[in-house]
């Protein structure tokens, strides 16, 4: 049987940029679904002005090379799958970790089967819904923003090939999904945009991110068990490869949304350059993290301003209680191989006297630290959390707090553009069974020790 396509044009759409074509577009979507399954076709040559549109069961959006789909400019356009709004220009969901968009460009809910893909682009409209705070950044006047792509409680969905840009906040969110394809995709976001989070599957399993190219600031790739979706399961089964990122946040990141586990995660053949941070677990709530496996990666990491998280470390592992209210869950057997890294920090690795880090591998990993930026070094930036910001200390190679079980193997600490708050290869505190195995690692200073540990 052929797949039977659908076009908005039938229904009245006029893919001049100008119109809004939501209506016919949904029109087509929903005479898919009826059909029982098929493919909607956005036209080469012509760009789709739309308020937001609900993707449907076994419903295929496909964005021919050439077309674009343009979100509205009027947040009254916006689905609203959140309850908790009211005046929608003033929209706050209220505490920022519970995961439930109020706005949604492209919608789906239990809509199995759904997929987006062609190698046309979504033109989010970002810059309609932000205000400049000042050179480095950029914020809106009501939080959260428009979700780009939000897809709940749907199984064996696909994302493919697609250009995302311009997203006013998060870009693709699943959520409650299990069976998660999203490859070859590019999502280009302006660098100063605050929360433009690229990808950020949440409670799914059975995830895979592959090929894809993604610049944005916040992060590039983020696994989060948010609050407003904890009736779902751990975000469990996750593949990242072959990708390239750029990140004014962290690159790739687990947590810092994480009520729930994240277990079985496998990150390989990634490309992380000028981010403010590389590969980042950052452990808040009561979540926990176990199985966890970076190979083959390359970490180039600068400071882009002190307004965003991290100082340039290129791997971090935190765990520290959000709030009063609020412990931390624990981070456990996460191993590093053949990673490369460049950047003006070394690797972060700080647990909490209660809740100690433990079981974490090093092997052939080369750290190098050089200043390229204008801003402050001999910092380490530990939020967000109930006790610490950021925090004062020499730079090192390796930096351990509160850590157990810590083998690194075959590893290499060099020191390029050196900062006077550059000081030792390797730095730890308050662990237990730290072992170095053929661990190279020079001082910044010559009246400085290599391994301090105290």
Not at 46 to 51: G, P
Not at 123 to 142: C, L, M
Not at 146 to 173: C, G, M, Q
Request: hydrophobic letters at 35%; a negative charge; glycine letters at 8%.
């Amino acid at each position: 049987m052929t797949n039977q396509l659908f076009y908005p044009e039938t229904y009245g759409a006029a893919g001049d940029g100008k119109t809004n074509d939501c209506a016919a577009i949904q029109k087509a979507l929903d005479a898919a679904f009826e059909n029982g399954g098929g493919t909607v076709v956005l036209t080469s040559g012509k760009t789709y002005y739309s308020d937001s549109l609900q993707l449907r069961k076994n419903v295929e959006l496909h964005l021919m090379k050439g077309a674009r789909l343009k979100a509205t400019a009027d947040i009254g356009g916006y689905i609203r799958p959140c309850e908790q709004i009211n005046d929608p220009k003033t929209a706050k969901i209220g505490n920022p970790v519970t995961g439930k968009p109020s706005f949604v460009f492209l919608y789906g809910y239990e809509a199995d089967g759904c997929s987006v893909t062609g190698e046309g682009i979504i033109d989010a409209n970002g810059h309609s819904f932000v205000k400049r705070k000042d050179q480095y950044y950029v914020t809106g006047d009501f939080y959260p923003r428009p979700t780009v792509i939000y897809v709940e409680k749907s199984n064996h969905i696909s994302f493919r090939d697609i250009t995302i840009t311009d997203a006013p906040f998060w870009t693709l969110h699943p959520a409650g999904c299990d069976d998660v394809l999203i490859s070859k995709i590019r999502i280009l976001n302006d660098l100063d945009v605050a929360n433009s989070d690229g990808i950020d599957p949440d409670h799914c399993s059975n995830v895979r991110i592959l090929g894809c190219h993604i610049e944005c600031a916040d992060d590039c790739i983020c696994l989060k068990t948010s609050r407003g979706n904890a009736e779902y399961g751990p975000c469990e089964n996750i593949i990242i490869a072959d990708c390239t990122l750029i990140s004014t946040s962290a690159a790739i990141k687990i947590g810092t949304e994480g009520v729930g586990d994240f277990r079985n995660v496998l990150v390989h053949h990634c490309i992380i350059s000028r981010s403010n941070r590389g590969l980042s677990i950052q452990i808040r709530d009561g979540g926990n993290v176990k199985n966890v496996h970076y190979s083959d990666i390359i970490i180039e990491t600068r400071r882009f301003c002190p307004d965003w998280w991290g100082t340039a470390e290129p791997i971090v592992l935190t765990t520290f209680d959000r709030d009063a209210e609020t412990k931390s869950g624990s981070i456990r057997n996460v191993s590093f191989r053949n990673i490369t890294c460049k950047g003006e920090n070394g690797v972060l690795i700080h647990g909490n006297e209660k809740n100690r880090i433990s079981d974490i591998s090093f092997e052939n990993v080369q750290v190098e630290l050089t200043k390229t930026s204008k801003w402050d070094c001999g910092l380490y930036d530990l939020r967000p959390c109930l006790e610490h910001g950021v925090e004062s200390y020499k730079n090192a190679g390796f930096f351990l707090r509160y850590a157990d079980n810590i083998t690194i193997e075959k590893t290499r600490v060099r020191f390029g553009t050196v900062c006077e708050d550059y000081a030792h290869a390797l730095d730890a505190e308050n662990c237990e069974n730290i072992e170095l195995i053929r661990f190279d690692g020079e001082a910044a200073k010559e009246d400085c020790e290599a391994v301090s540990i105290r």
